[in-house]
């Protein structure tokens, strides 16, 4: 099956910090996506990102589909920011695979 | 609405009883999937339904049994569960084919197994 790797596996930073976390993949997808786990357990959606660049205030992604990785940039990180982050690709249709996670924990 | 239900939040259960977590989404999604995750680990994929048929089964044992009654429907029936079956449950659905296939997770069930 895929392998999906995820790095860092544990991230401090401190307020107001600049992050990149990175999600690597083995195989072609057809969708990739990054989620934050918020303490509660649920799965709050980042980005939709099979390929090309987004935005969305402080959290910028970009996905390199032909060399298998995506990046999810924190910019000004705020201690609402701490969590685990997750990259999930989905091969063959509808498999959604995970990796390990980033444990980002931002002090003040 | 991306909203996807699950229900109840969370169950605690004896080794020898009967009990259905339920998972429901109004966004028209023709796949629906079931995970599994234990403390400080990755969502674990259980099951898959695409058109309502069992698509992917990751050799879970039969003690959890995947139900999909309809197109906004998942269920799954839990017996005779062990203690390390403990975890968070989490469903999901997304569109199939071509376009947007972005998935949307429930809030999960919190089981304790007793």
């Known amino acids: 099956g895929i392998q999906v790797e995820q790095s860092p596996p544990d991230l401090i930073l401190q307020e107001g910090a600049n992050s990149t976390l990175r999600c690597n993949f083995s195989?072609?997808?057809?969708?990739l996506q990054w989620f934050h786990q918020n303490p509660w357990g649920q799965l709050i959606n980042l980005f939709y990102i099979p390929s090309g660049t987004k935005q969305n205030g402080r959290l910028s992604a970009t996905t390199v589909a032909t060399e298998r990785y995506s990046l999810l940039y924190i910019s000004s990180s705020q201690t609402t920011d701490s969590g685990v982050y997750f990259c999930?690709?989905?091969?063959?249709?509808?498999?959604?695979?995970f990796g390990a996670g980033t444990r980002l924990t931002v002090k003040p | 609405d991306t909203e996807v239900t699950q229900t109840p939040k969370h169950l605690v259960m004896g080794m020898t009883n009967k009990k259905s977590l339920k998972c429901e989404q109004h966004?028209?999604?023709?796949?629906m999937y079931w995970y599994k995750q234990k403390a400080k680990k990755p969502p674990e994929l259980m099951f898959v339904y695409s058109y309502e048929k069992l698509s992917i089964n990751e050799s879970v044992p039969s003690r959890f049994s995947p139900e999909c009654p309809n197109s906004s429907l998942l269920n799954l029936h839990l017996h005779a569960l062990q203690p390390e079956d403990s975890a968070l449950y989490l469903c999901a659905s997304s569109q199939l084919g071509a376009g947007d296939t972005e998935a949307f997770f429930g809030q999960g069930t919190r089981l304790t197994v007793v």
């Open positions: 999930a690709v989905v091969y063959n249709n509808n498999d959604m695979r």
């Open positions: 195989d072609s997808v057809n969708n």
């Open positions: 966004m028209g999604h023709r796949a």
